[in-house]
């Protein structure tokens, strides 16, 4: 089961992560999402659990816990809501490619 954790210090770790969820049985991933320009923590993380029964433990226990300053919100994941493939221009044959611009009258 893949538990989102939201309300993170910048200051947990993903070894604090693990750390916190392993009193409640295997983790098989802990993610802490980071900026891709400079690398600091968005304030939230996944973990990867594969026992649901152990997850929903974690999510009981965790959620409102103290965490570095921080209460954590701890739920179970929402699916990834699926992203349009592609992007650039495609020669218009999808219907957004370019328009004519401006409005306003014209006068031949």
Known sequence: MRLYV???SRDVTEEDLKEAFQA????????????????VSKGFAFVEMPVE????????ALHGKE???????VNEAR???????????????SGGGRRGGGGGRRSW
């Open 6 to 8: 939201g309300n993170l």
């Open 24 to 39: 409640f049985g295997e983790i098989k991933e802990a993610t802490i999402v980071k900026d891709r320009f400079n690398g």
């Open 53 to 60: 029964a152990e997850a929903k433990a974690a999510i009981e």
């Open 67 to 73: 965490m570095k300053g921080r209460s954590l919100d």
């Open 79 to 93: 699916p990834r809501p699926e992203r349009r493939s592609g992007g650039g221009w495609d020669g218009g044959r």
